[in-house]
């Protein structure tokens, strides 16, 4: 690794920043620290250290801004981890709940040209499993505000267009549900705690059956009307 190359550690600060920021708009100390599972202290000596390294602007009490140098290391380690999650899914059947976890081992290491060449063997896809988009070669990336489940109210026809991956248990439960992007459900029913009735078009002459979804787990899945 040379002096000019980003360490591991800075790739994820930047990439966290960047995720805060699309959620939240506005990155506190706090906030990453929280993310990170790391102390404030800890997250103040990086900034002050990606400050000098012109890869942020931190504003003491509006919290921080990635350069646009920052902003592209992020989306160079996020388009690294999206396109490899999509590989390990899509070419080696690793389960979805896993590949986020093997994703975050890989992408600091992964060259220039194995992305080449896996964005070439996907044809290039738009989104990973997940539904989160892949950042394009030269740094683009369309970001959408998607409407939650749990927001969803009875008679709505919906399909899944993007899942959390902030946790394996719980993208496990959704991948059991079959609510990962692409299904296409109908709410039946909600209860005043937020927890859903949804139903499945059926494939057969069959009726379709009803799924119980959690708030905590609707509010994990982000969805477009279908």
């Known amino acids: 690794m040379t002096d000019r190359t980003p360490t ?17 708009g506005t990155v506190t100390t706090n906030a990453i620290a ?9 997250v103040t000596k990086m900034i002050k ?32 981890h999206r396109l490899l999650e999509s590989y390990l ?10 590949a986020h976890a093997e994703a975050e081992l890989l ?4 060259s220039e040209s194995l992305e080449d ?21 030269d740094g683009r990336v369309e970001e959408r505000r998607l409407p939650r489940l749990a927001d969803a109210a009875p008679g709505d026809h919906l399909r899944v267009e993007r899942v959390s991956d902030a946790d394996a248990p719980t993208l496990r439960q959704i991948a059991q549900l079959h609510l ?24 057969t ?13 609707a509010s994990r899945i982000f969805v477009i009307p279908a």
């Open 107 to 110: 992408e600091h290491v992964l």
């Open 49 to 80: 250290r990606l400050a000098q390294l012109d890869l942020l602007e931190h504003t003491p009490y509006f919290g921080v801004r990635l350069t646009p140098a920052g902003e592209r290391l992020a989306l160079e380690v996020i388009r690294h």
């Open 180 to 203: 990962l992007p692409g299904a296409a459900v109908k709410v039946h029913a909600k209860s005043d705690a937020g927890d859903l009735v949804i139903r499945r078009p059926s494939r």
């Open 34 to 42: 929280d993310r990170m599972g790391v102390s404030a202290a800890s």
């Open 117 to 137: 060449r896996i964005a070439e063997v996907l044809a290039d896809p738009e989104s990973d499993p997940h539904g989160d988009p892949i950042p394009t070669k």
């Open 8 to 24: 591991t550690a800075i790739q994820d600060y930047l990439k966290i920043i960047y995720k805060l920021r699309e959620v939240a």
């Open 205 to 217: 002459s069959r009726p379709s059956a009803e799924v119980h979804v959690a708030a905590t787990l």
């Open 89 to 98: 899914v899509k070419r080696l059947a690793v389960p979805i709940e896993d």
